[in-house]
């Protein structure tokens, strides 16, 4: 197997006195589509924004593709290939369309090809295209999450971390959401998605790891996760 893209050892991390992970180790491989699942508050949305290094870490070590993340400052990571699709979409709402995933494109790699990212997302996301002069805000919650995963694209990432893509959507615009997020996945691009939608994701992703307040319980291939009887139980209300 080839080495991990994404290397998460043993980290510690939290917010203050409070502590949201404690120890926590997973692997992405190149290619891959990976989720974290567990419930709300254990911790999930935490370990992106780690990875993003939103938070800073207390002990342990994350390496992208090698190279160790606490030597890279923040404002490096797009460059080095990590784009980061955070939850509540947080676009620029009096922005168009257009503008916004102009702003996933500021790094100057990313520039230079600004107008095939750009006809990549549209052929991705026509309904974009179609509204991309149009306010980001104005549009519904789905249009603006099909922006945000838009923006994130425009980077040309090697690593697309996707946090909650699903929270506060209608179901049948959830289920449009997962359809393009596996899509993006087929097309090779290497995904690691935290998701409270259990039933949902484990149906787009390859493999998975399960965050209980703040550690890792279980892990395992997706398809193994969805028939475990402890995971329909607690999450997918079986």
């Not at 149009?134 to 999450?145: I, V």
């Not at 425009?154 to 449009?176: F, K, N, T, Y």
């Not at 949902?200 to 997706?222: F, H, K, S, W």
Request: hydrophobic fraction near 45%; include cysteine.
């Amino acid at each position: 197997m080839p080495e991990p893209l994404l290397r998460v050892e043993g980290v510690t991390a939290g917010y203050g006195s409070f502590t949201a992970l404690f120890d926590v180790a997973l692997e992405v491989h190149p290619g891959e589509a990976v989720a974290v699942i567990g419930p709300n508050g254990a911790g999930k949305t935490t370990l992106l924004r780690v990875i993003s290094k939103l938070v800073p870490i207390r002990a342990g070590r994350i390496a992208f593709d090698g190279v160790d993340l606490a030597e890279v400052p923040p404002h490096r990571l797009v460059e080095l290939g990590i784009a980061h699709v955070p939850e509540h979409r947080r676009l620029f709402p009096k922005l168009s369309v257009e503008e916004n995933l102009k702003m996933g494109a500021f790094a100057p790699t990313a520039r230079a090809r600004f107008g095939e990212r750009l006809e990549q997302v549209y052929a991705l996301f026509p309904r974009l295209k179609e509204r991309r002069h149009q306010p980001a805000g104005t549009m519904s919650g789905g249009e603006q999450q099909m922006c945000a995963i838009g923006r994130g694209l425009m980077s040309g990432p090697r690593l697309l971390l996707l946090d909650e893509p699903s929270a506060g959507l209608a179901p049948v615009i959830v289920q449009q959401v997962f359809a393009l997020v596996r899509e993006i996945a087929r097309s090779g691009l290497t995904v690691l998605i935290v998701e409270q939608n259990v039933q949902q994701v484990l149906r787009i992703v390859d493999r998975a790891y399960l965050l209980e307040t703040g550690r890792i319980r279980g892990q395992g291939p997706a398809a193994a996760m969805l028939e475990s009887e402890e995971i329909k139980k607690a999450y997918i209300g079986l």
